[in-house]
């Protein structure tokens, strides 16, 4: 199935659980992008769309880089002996209460709906109820123990792929119950890891960016452990999501657990579990555990030699990620001292098998960019391949608009043409206008535009 399909089919997730990891998704809210007229724009009208004063824009002339990341490697190896100690390690620094109960099931007047299947107005003890129940119960923690009735009594799909996803991990976190269970019930600690790892990935699944925060931090550090097995990963989180959604019965979310761990491999699972557990803490105590976590260190060198990035910086400072999971690519705004070997503009050679990712000098403001490039020349202006304007600034970030890699000179003329190209509808867009259909697209789908209408107007061959 196509990524942009399945994304589609997952707008929903934005919904994702607001019970016990409710602190996690403002720390992941995501932002998003489109195509724009703002470059013609006076210069006045330009900086009160994008305000900022002059000492800001010179403080941030040259502080940051765009970098395209490179998924051409394969993931870093975890064996399960290194997994349970990190875990348990995890679980001793981890800030929570270290036993908590399980919430009763609902009470017999209460009625569960199950939103994608056939027992609409079914009594709490459907089938998908009373399986549930019982596998809290064998867990030795009767109840709702995977806290799925915390927002109402519903089993709705948000429900559903958690309760897949804790069934998917679930025996990873088993395999150190003995030396876990004197600091925290190993039932509360998959509740929490599940909550925290769904919380993610029904982010990651769709083609938006990730603010600052703990989304940004969990991507560099998945980027570096599994590489091109990121892609795997998302693949089969969505094909978990659309199968859980439409389970009527517990032995299909079994089945899609199942299938969605096999899938993956026991390596990626022991990866997302353990940074899934990190992150229970936060952004900070992601960022700080990060090194710590097995295995970093090749991680260091893969993301040096793939990447060009120091890895604990980029984890610990990233401004902002730009992941497009249909497009296949990553896009990040570091901090340059963040970078550890790649020449601004530039593409690297391949080094230890891998593509070194490009990066590129970006900005705050229209108004730094200019002032660190000059000017276009005479009859020049320069253009934004995507468009400057507030919307995408909000989705994307200034810097992922300012930046070498999308600002470059056009012949004023040329420049004034593909300005009107925009503002025009077109048979092939449904009669919409370019820019106004531009803005619900993607950040790489924007792009790929951007860069067709170059070589419309001639401008690159």
Same mark, same amino acid.
């Given at each position: 199935m196509p990524?942009?399909?399945?994304?589609?089919s997952?707008?929903?997730?934005?919904?994702?659980?607001r019970?016990?990891?409710?602190?996690?998704? =403002?720390?992941?809210l995501?932002?998003?992008?489109?195509s724009?007229m703002s470059?013609e724009l006076?210069?006045q009208a330009?900086?009160?769309?994008?305000p900022?004063?002059?000492a800001?824009?010179?403080?941030?002339?040259?502080?940051?880089?765009?970098?395209?990341?490179?998924?051409?490697f394969p993931?870093?190896r975890?064996s399960q002996?290194?997994?349970t100690? #990190?875990?348990v390690?995890?679980v001793?620094?981890?800030?929570?209460p270290e036993?908590?109960a399980?919430?009763?099931?609902p009470?017999?007047?209460?009625?569960?709906?199950?939103?994608?299947?056939?027992?609409t107005g079914a009594?709490w003890?459907t089938?998908?109820a009373?399986?549930?129940?019982?596998?809290?119960?064998?867990?030795?923690t009767p109840?709702?123990?995977?806290?799925?009735?915390?927002?109402?009594?519903?089993?709705?799909n948000?429900?559903?792929?958690a309760?897949s996803?804790?069934?998917?991990?679930?025996?990873?976190?088993?395999a150190?119950?003995?030396?876990?269970?004197?600091m925290?019930s190993p039932?509360?600690?998959l509740?929490l890891?599940?909550?925290?790892?769904?919380?993610y990935?029904?982010?990651?699944?769709?083609?938006?960016?990730?603010s600052?925060?703990?989304?940004?931090?969990?991507?560099?550090?998945?980027w570096?452990y =599994?590489?091109?097995?990121?892609w795997?990963?998302?693949?089969?989180?969505?094909?978990?999501?659309?199968?859980s959604?439409?389970?009527?019965?517990?032995?299909?979310?079994?089945e899609?657990g199942?299938?969605?761990?096999?899938t993956?491999?026991?390596n990626?699972?022991r990866?997302?579990?353990?940074?899934?557990?990190?992150?229970?803490?936060?952004?900070l105590?992601?960022?700080s555990?990060a090194?710590?976590?097995p295995?970093?260190?090749?991680?260091?060198?893969?993301?040096?030699?793939?990447?060009?990035?120091?890895?604990?910086?980029?984890?610990?400072?990233a401004?902002?990620i730009?992941?497009?999971?249909s497009?296949g690519?990553?896009?990040?705004?570091?901090?340059?001292? #963040?970078?550890?070997m790649?020449?601004?503009?530039?593409?690297?050679t391949a080094?230890?098998?891998?593509l070194?990712?490009?990066?590129?000098?970006?900005f705050?403001s229209f108004?730094?960019?200019?002032?660190?490039?000059?000017?276009a020349?005479?009859?020049?202006s320069?253009?934004?391949?995507?468009?400057?304007?507030a919307g995408?600034?909000?989705?994307?970030?200034?810097e992922?608009?300012?930046?070498?890699?999308?600002?470059?000179?056009?012949?004023t003329?040329?420049h004034?043409?593909?300005?009107?190209?925009y503002?025009?509808g077109?048979?092939e867009?449904g009669?919409?206008?370019?820019?106004?259909?531009l803005?619900?697209?993607?950040?790489?789908?924007?792009?790929?535009?951007g860069?067709?209408?170059l070589r419309?107007?001639?401008?690159?061959?």
């Amino acid at each position: 199935m196509p990524m942009h399909r399945a994304a589609e089919s997952l707008q929903e997730t934005r919904r994702w659980p607001r019970r016990s990891a409710a602190f996690l998704v =403002l720390l992941m809210l995501g932002v998003s992008c489109a195509s724009d007229m703002s470059a013609e724009l006076p210069e006045q009208a330009l900086e009160q769309q994008y305000p900022g004063t002059e000492a800001e824009a010179e403080a941030n002339t040259e502080e940051r880089v765009l970098v395209v990341l490179s998924t051409n490697f394969p993931a870093t190896r975890i064996s399960q002996e290194q997994f349970t100690k #990190a875990l348990v390690n995890l679980v001793k620094d981890m800030p929570l209460p270290e036993k908590g109960a399980s919430r009763p099931l609902p009470d017999t007047g209460r009625r569960i709906v199950l939103t994608s299947g056939s027992a609409t107005g079914a009594a709490w003890q459907t089938p998908l109820a009373q399986d549930y129940g019982r596998l809290c119960a064998q867990r030795g923690t009767p109840g709702d123990c995977l806290d799925r009735f915390g927002d109402g009594p519903e089993l709705d799909n948000d429900d559903k792929r958690a309760i897949s996803l804790a069934l998917a991990i679930g025996p990873a976190l088993d395999a150190a119950n003995a030396e876990i269970r004197a600091m925290i019930s190993p039932t509360r600690l998959l509740t929490l890891v599940s909550l925290s790892i769904t919380g993610y990935m029904a982010l990651l699944v769709v083609p938006e960016p990730f603010s600052k925060g703990v989304a940004a931090v969990a991507t560099v550090l998945l980027w570096g452990y =599994l590489g091109w097995e990121l892609w795997d990963l998302i693949r089969a989180y969505v094909r978990l999501s659309e199968e859980s959604a439409q389970a009527t019965r517990f032995d299909q979310l079994r089945e899609a657990g199942n299938r969605f761990a096999s899938t993956i491999g026991p390596n990626s699972v022991r990866i997302i579990v353990l940074v899934g557990t990190a992150a229970v803490g936060g952004t900070l105590s992601l960022a700080s555990k990060a090194p710590k976590l097995p295995g970093f260190g090749q991680v260091a060198r893969t993301a040096e030699a793939s990447g060009g990035v120091r890895a604990s910086t980029a984890a610990a400072s990233a401004e902002r990620i730009i992941l497009s999971a249909s497009e296949g690519s990553i896009r990040a705004i570091l901090p340059r001292n #963040a970078m550890a070997m790649s020449s601004e503009g530039s593409q690297a050679t391949a080094r230890a098998g891998a593509l070194v990712s490009k990066t590129y000098r970006a900005f705050k403001s229209f108004r730094a960019l200019k002032r660190a490039m000059g000017s276009a020349g005479e009859g020049k202006s320069w253009h934004h391949i995507i468009e400057q304007h507030a919307g995408n600034a909000k989705r994307f970030g200034a810097e992922a608009l300012h930046n070498t890699e999308n600002v470059i000179k056009v012949e004023t003329e040329v420049h004034t043409q593909i300005s009107a190209f925009y503002s025009s509808g077109r048979p092939e867009l449904g009669g919409m206008v370019v820019r106004e259909w531009l803005r619900t697209q993607s950040y790489e789908q924007q792009r790929a535009y951007g860069l067709k209408v170059l070589r419309r107007f001639g401008v690159i061959p």
